[in-house]
């Protein structure tokens, strides 16, 4: 690696000098939040860590290595942009949001060195590292700033040996007295015909005025952002309106013209971040939108950093950013999202883990987090798209919910276009893992969408194993009593099988009548108190004393399937239909427990409720032979089909066909208010 060359700004004798511009500043946590501490800055020396020396880069968990506990020193920091370092204190910014994610500008740009520029009000030390694509650490230079050399550090580096990872970052270590980090950034040089775009920010909410309202609140205070922002389009479809909540006067004051809002029917996620980017390419002033949920908690910095990086990269290329868990604020989701081609499921990227908790194991301790990751996708709790690719590949599918972000990066992949997940810009969102929707009435749209995503983009004959695991999926369902996610998802099979015309006439109708459906069945209804149930009576005690228990091999499973199955043909014993044999806890209620009973109270997976589930095997009977019979129907028609939805694909994404939907759904007309 060549050596760093330190620049005096003031005294360049360079005949000719790009202009920098900044693309990465340091920050720190709202009031030095203490949740979220360690993703700005680490407090911890020591590193007891094995880096991936043998370049396999498996879903290994013994690579990331839990230290003990650190204090955060939230009274150390004094806002946004300053750190106060008592007499001989040390801080690392080697962390999530403060390091710069050097290996992803090498890949994305043309971008081959960065500038780091520290301002201190002292004498202190700044020590640069690097990282390796292996999570190996480099120290690249040592230099006390002190008050004689003007308090500030400006150095260039160079980015030639980050193709396949790295990390650039600098620790701070005060000397005898106390000092203050007064700003830290990181820039990168401009091209000779640069031009830095602007940005629509497109937020979809429902019913969230109140969450809505504060994001818009926390666009408006920050100045760099604003700096960029064209407009913030939020599309409005719920029944307690945005623009009648307490605050949004003073808001929409703050953003000075630059506030929209579209009220609209309920059209789901799809319905409203379509009409987000269609606003934006009417307006024709934007280079980007950002799409942005509405019940999220932004990081603006990390918003920025997302247009500036799109500002550089070689291609037209859609920036997504990371979520991390709101009520576990050091836990992120996932660090890229992929799409498994044979199996047709989308999921965490290889070389990544699931729920990384940077309180736990932070940057520099997690030797795969070094190493680039390229996705297939990225969710639309934020992802920012160049306005030249919605031209180019239309807009969102018409599906309502679940599948549209996954499909657009598969499609924007498909015409050439690229996503970079981009560490340093993140939001906070509402995670997952306390619900399970595959089982209430968005399971019809699970099952539907990744159909359809199937039938459009899977290389492999009649989809791969995606049918057969489909068919699985009812079976487990069936085997669990809960009837009314097959019916859903049988009328999800029926609805494609009657051809793309059905995606825009039903996407505003759709709903009702899904959760009208759901309503008919016994594990649908869910009551707030347990009892108001009939007491739990077991029929005939389990089998030796012992309760199922989960299967650890394919053989075992098989032979579980098939007694669960031979149960469901037995008669249904009275005892059990007038009361339930069991309370089963929402974690427990898997299909190999659950198909041993004839009934049984089950915890919503919200933990909110109750339902009383009921083996009935009559209409278990009458729905696994619709699923078969569909499924084999899918699988007869899969070539036309198929061909059916690709070649009306630019039709039912284009701007014109969202239009009349929107039109026709009683919006209120084409124009943002």
């Given at each position: 690696?060549?050596?760093?060359?330190?620049?005096?700004?003031?005294?360049?004798?360079?005949?000719?000098?790009?202009?920098?511009?900044?693309?990465?500043?340091?920050?720190?946590?709202?009031?030095?939040?203490?949740?979220?501490?360690?993703?700005?800055?680490?407090?911890?020396?020591?590193?007891?860590?094995?880096?991936?020396?043998?370049?396999?880069?498996?879903?290994?968990?013994?690579?990331?290595?839990?230290?003990?506990?650190?204090?955060?020193?939230?009274?150390?920091?004094?806002?946004?942009?300053?750190?106060?370092?008592?007499?001989?204190?040390?801080?690392?910014?080697?962390?999530?949001?403060?390091?710069?994610?050097?290996?992803?500008?090498?890949?994305?740009?043309?971008?081959?060195?960065?500038?780091?520029?520290?301002?201190?009000?002292?004498?202190?030390?700044?020590?640069?590292?690097?990282?390796?694509?292996?999570?190996?650490?480099?120290?690249?230079?040592?230099?006390?700033?002190?008050?004689?050399?003007?308090?500030?550090?400006?150095?260039?580096?160079?980015?030639?040996?980050?193709?396949?990872?790295?990390?650039?970052?600098?620790?701070?270590?005060?000397?005898?007295?106390?000092?203050?980090?007064?700003?830290?950034?990181?820039?990168?040089?401009?091209?000779?015909?640069?031009?830095?775009?602007?940005?629509?920010?497109?937020?979809?909410?429902f019913n969230r005025p109140d969450y809505c309202v504060r994001n818009l609140a926390t666009i408006a205070s920050?100045?760099?952002?604003?700096?960029?922002?064209?407009?913030?389009?939020?599309?409005?479809?719920?029944?307690?309106?945005?623009?009648?909540?307490?605050?949004?006067?003073?808001?929409?004051?703050?953003?000075?013209?630059?506030?929209?809002?579209?009220?609209?029917?309920?059209?789901?996620?799809?319905?409203?971040?379509?009409?987000?980017?269609?606003?934006?390419?009417?307006?024709?002033?934007?280079?980007?939108?950002?799409?942005?949920?509405?019940?999220?908690?932004?990081?603006?910095?990390?918003?920025?950093?997302?247009?500036?990086?799109?500002?550089?990269?070689?291609?037209?290329?859609?920036?997504?950013?990371?979520?991390?868990?709101?009520?576990?604020?050091?836990?992120?989701?996932?660090?890229?999202?992929?799409?498994?081609?044979?199996?047709?499921?989308?999921?965490?990227?290889?070389?990544?883990?699931?729920?990384?908790?940077?309180?736990?194991?932070?940057?520099?301790?997690?030797?795969?987090?070094?190493?680039?990751?390229?996705?297939?996708?990225?969710?639309?709790?934020?992802?920012?798209?160049?306005?030249?690719?919605?031209?180019?590949?239309?807009?969102?599918?018409?599906?309502?919910?679940?599948?549209?972000?996954?499909?657009?990066?598969?499609?924007?992949?498909?015409?050439?276009?690229?996503?970079?997940?981009?560490?340093?810009?993140?939001?906070?969102?509402?995670?997952?893992?306390?619900?399970?929707?595959?089982?209430?009435?968005?399971?019809?749209?699970?099952?539907?969408?990744?159909?359809?995503?199937?039938?459009?983009?899977?290389?492999?004959?009649?989809?791969?194993?995606?049918?057969?695991?489909?068919?699985?999926?009812?079976?487990?369902?069936?085997?669990?009593?809960?009837?009314?996610?097959?019916?859903?998802?049988?009328?999800?099979?029926?609805?494609?099988?009657?051809?793309?015309?059905?995606?825009?006439?039903?996407?505003?109708?759709?709903?009702?009548?899904?959760?009208?459906?759901?309503?008919?069945?016994?594990?649908?209804?869910?009551?707030?108190?347990?009892?108001?149930?009939?007491?739990?009576?077991?029929?005939?005690?389990?089998?030796?004393?012992?309760?199922?228990?989960?299967?650890?091999?394919?053989?075992?499973?098989?032979?579980?399937?098939?007694?669960?199955?031979?149960?469901?043909?037995?008669?249904?014993?009275?005892?059990?239909?007038?009361?339930?044999?069991?309370?089963?806890?929402?974690?427990?209620?898997?299909?190999?427990?659950?198909?041993?009973?004839?009934?049984?109270?089950?915890?919503?997976?919200?933990?909110?409720?109750?339902?009383?589930?009921?083996?009935?095997?009559?209409?278990?009977?009458?729905?696994?032979?619709?699923?078969?019979?569909?499924?084999?129907?899918?699988?007869?028609?899969?070539?036309?089909?198929?061909?059916?939805?690709?070649?009306?694909?630019?039709?039912?994404?284009?701007?014109?066909?969202?239009?009349?939907?929107?039109?026709?759904?009683?919006?209120?007309?084409?124009?943002?208010?």
């Open positions: 690696m060549s050596t760093p060359a330190v620049v005096n700004e003031r005294n360049s004798s360079s005949s000719w000098e790009p202009n920098w511009r900044t693309v990465h500043r340091v920050v720190f946590p709202e009031a030095g939040d203490v949740d979220t501490m360690p993703l700005y800055a680490d407090f911890s020396t020591a590193r007891h860590v094995q880096p991936d020396r043998n370049g396999i880069g498996s879903n290994n968990k013994s690579q990331s290595v839990t230290l003990p506990a650190t204090e955060t020193h939230p009274d150390y920091v004094l806002d946004r942009r300053r750190l106060k370092l008592p007499a001989h204190g040390r801080v690392s910014l080697g962390t999530y949001f403060n390091a710069f994610p050097g290996s992803y500008w090498r890949a994305h740009t043309d971008i081959r060195s960065v500038r780091l520029s520290v301002q201190l009000d002292g004498d202190a030390t700044v020590t640069i590292y690097r990282s390796t694509a292996r999570g190996i650490i480099n120290r690249v230079s040592s230099q006390r700033v002190g008050a004689t050399e003007g308090h500030t550090l400006t150095v260039e580096l160079p980015l030639n040996n980050f193709g396949d990872g790295g990390w650039y970052w600098f620790d701070l270590a005060a000397h005898r007295e106390e000092v203050t980090l007064q700003d830290a950034h990181w820039s990168v040089p401009e091209p000779e015909a640069f031009s830095a775009g602007k940005l629509t920010i497109a937020i979809t909410t920050s100045t760099d952002l604003m700096e960029v922002l064209h407009r913030v389009v939020v599309t409005d479809q719920g029944t307690r309106k945005v623009a009648e909540e307490e605050g949004f006067s003073d808001v929409e004051s703050k953003l000075n013209g630059r506030l929209a809002t579209v009220n609209q029917t309920n059209l789901g996620g799809s319905g409203g971040f379509a009409r987000g980017m269609m606003e934006t390419i009417r307006d024709s002033e934007s280079s980007y939108v950002m799409l942005l949920d509405d019940d999220v908690e932004m990081e603006t910095e990390g918003m920025l950093r997302a247009a500036q990086f799109a500002d550089f990269t070689t291609e037209p290329t859609i920036v997504g950013g990371h979520m991390f868990n709101l009520f576990e604020r050091s836990v992120m989701h996932h660090f890229g999202e992929s799409v498994d081609r044979y199996r047709f499921r989308y999921g965490l990227s290889p070389n990544t883990e699931e729920a990384h908790d940077f309180a736990a194991s932070n940057l520099r301790d997690t030797p795969w987090m070094h190493r680039r990751i390229d996705v297939d996708y990225n969710g639309w709790w934020m992802c920012l798209i160049p306005t030249e690719i919605i031209n180019d590949i239309g807009l969102a599918l018409p599906v309502f919910i679940k599948w549209d972000d996954v499909e657009y990066g598969i499609r924007a992949q498909a015409n050439g276009y690229r996503t970079a997940t981009l560490p340093g810009a993140a939001v906070w969102h509402m995670p997952w893992t306390e619900k399970d929707d595959t089982i209430d009435w968005q399971a019809y749209y699970h099952q539907r969408n990744r159909w359809l995503a199937t039938l459009l983009y899977s290389p492999y004959k009649r989809g791969g194993r995606m049918p057969q695991e489909s068919f699985a999926v009812d079976v487990r369902h069936l085997l669990s009593m809960q009837y009314s996610s097959v019916e859903l998802r049988l009328r999800a099979l029926e609805d494609l099988l009657s051809g793309p015309d059905h995606l825009h006439e039903t996407l505003g109708s759709k709903l009702p009548e899904v959760r009208a459906v759901r309503e008919q069945f016994d594990d649908a209804r869910i009551a707030a108190d347990p009892k108001s149930f009939p007491l739990v009576k077991r029929s005939k005690p389990p089998r030796k004393g012992k309760g199922p228990t989960q299967a650890h091999s394919i053989p075992a499973a098989l032979v579980k399937v098939a007694s669960g199955v031979l149960h469901q043909i037995k008669p249904v014993p009275d005892k059990a239909k007038q009361h339930p044999e069991e309370h089963v806890a929402a974690m427990d209620a898997r299909w190999w427990r659950l198909s041993h009973l004839d009934s049984a109270l089950v915890t919503s997976s919200d933990g909110a409720g109750v339902s009383w589930h009921k083996r009935d095997a009559e209409k278990a009977r009458e729905l696994a032979l619709r699923s078969a019979i569909l499924h084999r129907r899918l699988l007869v028609q899969w070539d036309d089909l198929a061909e059916l939805y690709k070649s009306a694909m630019p039709q039912f994404t284009s701007p014109a066909a969202w239009a009349d939907t929107f039109a026709a759904a009683g919006t209120n007309g084409n124009k943002a208010e």
